[in-house]
């Protein structure tokens, strides 16, 4: 079935618009998308309501959203947002597709241009949070695809399809799943924890995805990072909070929700416990944050 879809829909990306866009605080009303959308946040904070949920970006984050999708954008500080909205796959009509517009929802006249989605064509989950395993090499591409995507030349345009290509084959190996049995294939497990990192996860969770029993998922987890599954998530989660606390005016009960605490006792107990001061504190006194 999905060697039907690809045939049908041939991978040929076309970049329909891009911006290195620059702006203070700002809003973009509920819309639905036609094609994708992929933002890197380099400077600022974002608030992305996307199907529903809502998604706090900051700087050094990745955002994609798929065809279908319905969302609005917030800009919650000055921000730098270079961003790109295009078509994965042909179509013979994508001339006539567009970027859809604030109050654009019922798209029910325009279905044939709607692009299929990333599970659609290859059975993967991507994430609107995208946590890509080389995010230096993919803020890099996104920008010499901003540089060149307006260009008529069409050695460069055939550049331009290519790097778009090396952005959705990084996210697609990132999030690609295979069964894994060794301490070699180990790689998947921190996107896995920052893609999950407001839900509930358990011990035996994460050694089913290994494929491993529980013992030997927690000999091999501590051989390859030195210290505990439970203990490699909890640093994740507290980091990530000292972000938030740091770069955000996020409430401690929403930061608390965003980074899978069970509640703002059980927050403020393990990030005091873990930083030596309470959330509050931190805050309080504006220690920077200093990202790994």
């Known amino acids: 079935m999905l060697n039907n879809l690809l045939k049908q829909h041939p991978i040929v990306p076309f970049v329909r618009q891009s911006d290195f866009a620059v702006r203070k605080p700002w809003t973009s009303p509920e819309r639905r998308l036609l094609d994708y959308l992929f933002v890197y946040i ?21 955002c994609l959203v798929q065809p279908g999708s319905l969302l609005s954008l917030e800009g919650l500080t000055n921000t730098v947002t270079p961003y790109i ?6 179509n013979t009509q994508r001339e006539n597709s567009f970027p859809t517009r604030p109050g654009q929802i ?10 299929p989605t990333i599970k659609d064509l290859y059975g993967i989950d991507v994430p609107v949070h995208a ?10 591409t996104l ?3 901003i540089e060149q995507a ?32 060794s301490v070699h294939s180990f790689d998947w497990i921190t996107s896995y924890f920052s893609h999950h990192l407001s839900d509930p996860i358990s ?27 439970h203990q490699y998530l909890m640093n994740m989660r507290v980091n990530h909070a000292k972000e938030l606390l740091t770069n955000t005016d996020l409430s401690q009960e929403a930061i608390a929700g965003y980074c899978g605490f069970a509640d703002l006792h059980h927050f403020s107990k393990t990030f005091k416990k873990r930083t030596g001061l309470t959330p509050g504190e931190l805050r309080k006194n504006k220690i920077p944050f200093i990202r790994a």
Not at 42 to 62: A, M
Not at 85 to 90: A, V, Y
């Open 131 to 140: 946590f890509p395993s080389n995010p230096l090499k993919l803020k890099e």
């Open 85 to 90: 909205h295009f078509d994965l796959c042909f």
């Open 203 to 229: 011990l035996e969770d994460m050694a089913a995805r290994a494929n491993l029993s529980i013992s030997r998922f927690s000999i091999i987890f501590k051989q390859r990072y030195g210290i505990s599954p």
């Open 42 to 62: 380099q400077e600022g904070t974002c608030s992305f309501r996307i199907d529903h949920h809502t998604h706090t970006f900051t700087e050094g984050q990745f």
């Open 143 to 145: 920008l010499q695809v």
């Open 150 to 181: 307006e260009q008529q030349d069409p050695l460069i345009q055939l550049k331009t399809q290519h790097l778009v290509t090396e952005i959705i084959i990084s996210l697609l190996e990132t999030y690609y799943q295979q069964p894994y049995t």
């Open 106 to 115: 019922d798209l029910s006249a325009y279905m044939h241009l709607m692009q």
